[in-house]
């Protein structure tokens, strides 16, 4: 039998549809696992729908959270399109936490279908197209955000199409990934007009030296306007259409006001190392690397950085590069572009959101792409160097049969070790409630309820029980002063109240807010609790230091006298106190 390389093989392109199947079987293997997790738990949500999510649970009964001020700010700040989706599972019958657990398995297979479009586009190999949507794949099962079913889930569908569409040169079909982005993920709107002013942008061919010698082609960059019409078109529609799809969000002023300033942050401890949304004070490689002002590139699972090597791949040395399109110049164009916006992110701090952004959904999505291409080529290679083996020698030698066992080894250890259920899983952020008797109970209350807790628990609380809590670690974000200065006030006046020494203080609080129950944790009276970070490292962070001296001396807080008689439910590590009754104690 004819044995052929891999390039031939694609020419012919007859298994293509058989190798999207195998694509669309990664995600669907994926998703369906993740879905049986999820089933197994009565009380479980991804933590980032903590925000995102829960507070939309408003659209199947406009009773819940009403008149809470965290709700009204998720929910205010939530890009209109996603709103807007949920509205229309809402209207089917399908609740937003519900609607959220099968989401990420329907955005992974659309993002499936077209990644291997795009592959096709650049090398007209289906392994190429496999390869690159099991990578890209991995990376979004392996990490929270396409299972967090929140705005930035829906950047990889929309923007791997956008790529599809700019390479088929369909102008309609792109301008719809431009204002779907813009109603989903605004921020990578800015990417893709950047990408289209990049393509009226004709690089000249770089000469044939190694990269030392290249200066000269450097030094000779200029302005060479793109030779085709197509370009100019897609840039003046695209920015037009960029334009009026953000307009909106310039123009809009909300109730919460502007994001805070670069000063503001410098002076406030939740920005700064260790606080709970660190910025500031981390070592240099940690900032520019890690974080929300880190590039954030993408290491686990590892096979994605052989993309790294796609530059250095000359057509000369590795013959399937020949079939690689001129329009892999593409994947530049995007990484340029987001490198461009990172770093005007961080000129114009929180103005164009944090810097992160712009890189870390790119470069997963350029990079997966760029590895398949790579992996290919050296498969390639590897048939060919199989080939020429098999002609000058009847049979491989020992050696030769260890470098294949060895390769065969690796591309198991790549494809089965990210797919293994307990790894990807714990990276996905999954929260279990661990107090279904104390949920049960809230849940049974009116719908009014609300509920102080300085305790971890008490973000999960509108999640498991559909109830108001007043404040939570997970909605403890700074990033809009109005907001963040009702939120930080609550937070004072019941650090105050739960550690006073004084029966007037608590009953004072629990009258201001219209406090229906206290959860406290049971290590709440010992000064170690206090050592949360949202508390120790925040703008209130002397009052809650206090706090923590006053427990080492052993003075008894009155709240935790109220125990024995207010004690409404309990678990293993929470006690619910009836509000009433601790007014009354």
Not at 165 to 188: E, K, W
Not at 257 to 284: C, D, H, K, W
Not at 310 to 315: D, S
């Amino acid at each position: 039998m004819r044995l052929v390389s891999l390039a031939e093989r694609g020419k012919v392109g007859k298994w293509r549809w058989g190798w999207l199947g195998l694509s669309l079987g990664v995600a669907l293997y994926f998703g369906g696992v993740t879905l049986g997790y999820l089933w197994r738990y009565p009380y479980i949500v991804q933590d980032d729908a903590r925000q995102h999510v829960v507070f939309l649970q408003q659209l199947v009964d406009a009773g819940l959270f009403a008149n809470d001020w965290i709700a009204e700010y998720f929910t205010t700040v939530a890009p209109v399109g996603y709103k807007l989706l949920y509205m229309v599972a809402a209207k089917l019958g399908i609740a937003p936490l519900e609607f959220a657990k099968v989401l990420p398995l329907l955005l992974s297979l659309v993002t499936t279908v077209y990644l291997f479009g795009v592959c096709w586009q650049l090398l007209p190999i289906p392994l190429t197209g496999f390869l690159s949507t099991l990578i890209l794949n991995q990376q979004l099962w392996l990490n929270d955000d396409l299972v967090s079913a929140t705005p930035r889930a829906f950047v990889y569908p929309i923007f791997v199409a956008f790529l599809y569409y700019l390479l088929r040169q369909s102008l309609l079909a792109c301008l719809v990934t431009i204002v779907l982005q813009g109603l989903f993920f605004p921020q990578l709107v800015l990417v893709q007009m950047i990408v289209l002013l990049l393509r009226l942008w004709r690089w000249p061919n770089r000469p044939s030296q190694r990269w030392g010698m290249r200066l000269g082609w450097l030094a000779r960059l200029g302005w060479q306007g793109s030779e085709s019409k197509a370009d100019y078109q897609f840039a003046f529609w695209g920015l037009l259409t960029a334009g009026l799809v953000l307009l909106p969000y310039a123009l809009t002023v909300t109730k919460f006001g502007g994001a805070i300033t670069v000063e503001q942050m410098r002076m406030m401890p939740e920005y700064g190392l260790q606080g709970r949304n660190e910025y500031f004070g981390v070592s240099g490689w940690q900032f520019w690397l890690l974080g929300n002002s880190g590039i954030r590139v993408p290491v686990f699972p590892s096979i994605i950085l052989a993309g790294c090597a796609l530059p250095m791949l000359r057509r000369s040395q590795w013959p399937l590069m020949a079939a690689v399109s001129e329009q892999v110049k593409l994947l530049g164009q995007v990484l340029l572009a987001s490198l461009i916006l990172y770093g005007a992110a961080h000129l114009l701090l929180l103005k164009l959101h944090f810097p992160s952004r712009y890189t870390y959904h790119t470069l997963r999505i350029i990079l997966a792409i760029a590895a398949a291409i790579v992996l290919t080529v050296l498969l390639d290679a590897g048939w060919r160097w199989l080939r020429y083996k098999q002609r000058i020698q009847s049979r491989l030698t020992n050696q030769d049969r260890g470098f294949l066992a060895l390769i065969a080894f690796l591309t198991a250890v790549v494809i089965v070790v990210p797919a293994l259920p307990f790894l990807f899983l714990r990276f996905q952020g999954w929260v279990i409630g661990e107090a279904p008797s104390l949920y049960q109970y809230l849940a049974a209350q009116p719908q009014s309820t609300l509920v102080a807790s300085l305790d971890p628990e008490a973000s999960n609380l509108p999640a498991f029980t559909q109830r108001s809590t007043l404040m939570g670690r997970e909605f403890a974000l700074p990033h809009h002063p109005i907001y963040y200065q009702q939120f930080q006030q609550r937070v004072i006046d019941l650090v105050r109240a739960q550690y006073s020494l004084d029966s007037s203080v608590p009953s004072q609080f629990i009258e201001q807010y219209d406090i229906n129950f206290f959860l406290i944790g049971r290590s709440a009276f010992t000064p170690a609790y206090l050592n949360q970070d949202w508390l120790i490292h925040s703008s209130f962070q002397d009052l809650v230091r206090q706090v923590a001296q006053q427990l080492e001396q052993g003075r008894q807080p009155v709240l935790l006298q109220t125990i024995p008689k207010c004690q409404v439910a309990a678990s293993e590590k929470l006690i619910l106190l009836d509000a009433v009754c601790v007014q009354q104690f």
